[in-house]
């Protein structure tokens, strides 16, 4: 059976490989710092499920440590000029979305098909990680696509992924560190903590204001905590399970599924997302750190009343 192993494998070569050619590149004056940082991160994936847990707290801290005494520095430049770049995708023109077409096409196609294969009276994927499982087999295909239509030269993958890991640099760790915030702090109570301060100020008695006090709650604590990931098993475990689903009988998943998008609205709003909005502007240079963030307000602020009204109307029914 393949479980989620599969994906932690994946994610763990790959930031392996993306240490290895940071410590071969003798032209980066921080290759040694990038390189610990990365081949840390990547024994979390690989040996994350095997080790105590004591030992990732300590892999973690070797991490920030790292970033804390000796930064990463910047990125390394294009392999390639601008002009060659133009000239490759007036060469394969539309032929260039077929790779990243590939990933939702076929994690669709896995997510509605892995769960009914069989082998041996044995299923396929382990059924309740089939999505995850789904995005990394389609992750994996439309590698595999690429380098068939494209040819580029054999390194040019882990060349390109250590580019774009280090333009992100360590901005890439924060939605995983912080959706373990969050499970640590419904592990602490938080969430019912929050609900009782909430009912004070607003009396969550009607499946409208229920909603909406989810909702928006959703997308408040994502920006506090710059991830959905986060927010989500505070509100639910506060307002989403008890109130939602268990008084007024609302259906989990829709609940569950609107409310990440909630979640994400918030994630348009806030710099505490660094990944998404801090990191963008950086490598666009634009004169100021939060100008995505400005652009989105307006937009995540209509996404959050339309996902208010779609749950209302639909997480009852």
Known sequence: ????????????????????????????????????????????????????????????????????????????????????????????GNWLFVPALTIPAVALLGTFTFKYIRIGGVALVDPKQVTLISLGVATVAALVTGIVLLRPRPSAPIVEARRLMDAVSWAAVLPQMLAA???????????????????????????????????????????????????????????????????????????????????????????????FNIVPAALLELPSENAVVKVQIPTALLLLAANTLIMYFTVFR
């Open 181 to 275: 915030l969050g499970a640590m702090f419904a592990l602490a109570g938080v969430g019912p903590v929050v609900a009782g301060i909430i009912e004070r100020i607003v009396p969550l008695t009607q499946p409208i204001v229920v909603v909406a006090t989810y909702t928006i709650g959703m997308a408040l604590f994502t920006a506090i905590m710059g991830n959905a990931f986060a927010a989500f098993p505070v509100m639910t475990a506060g307002i989403g399970l008890p109130l939602i689903v268990h008084r007024f009988g609302g259906s989990v998943i829709i609940m569950s599924a609107v409310g990440m998008l909630c979640g994400f609205c918030g994630t348009l709003m806030t710099p505490m997302a660094a990944n």
């Open 1 to 92: 059976m393949i479980t989620l192993e599969f994906v932690y494998i994946l994610m763990g070569v790959m930031f392996e490989g993306i240490a290895v050619v940071n410590l071969l590149d003798r032209t980066s004056p921080r290759r040694y710092s990038k390189a610990a940082f990365w081949g840390i991160y990547g024994i979390t994936f690989l040996a994350g499920s095997h080790i105590p847990s004591f030992v990732s707290g300590l892999l973690v801290f070797g991490m920030v440590a790292i970033v804390a005494v000796r930064k990463l520095g910047p990125p390394p430049l294009e392999r390639t000029t601008r002009v060659e770049r133009e000239i490759s995708a007036q060469r394969f």
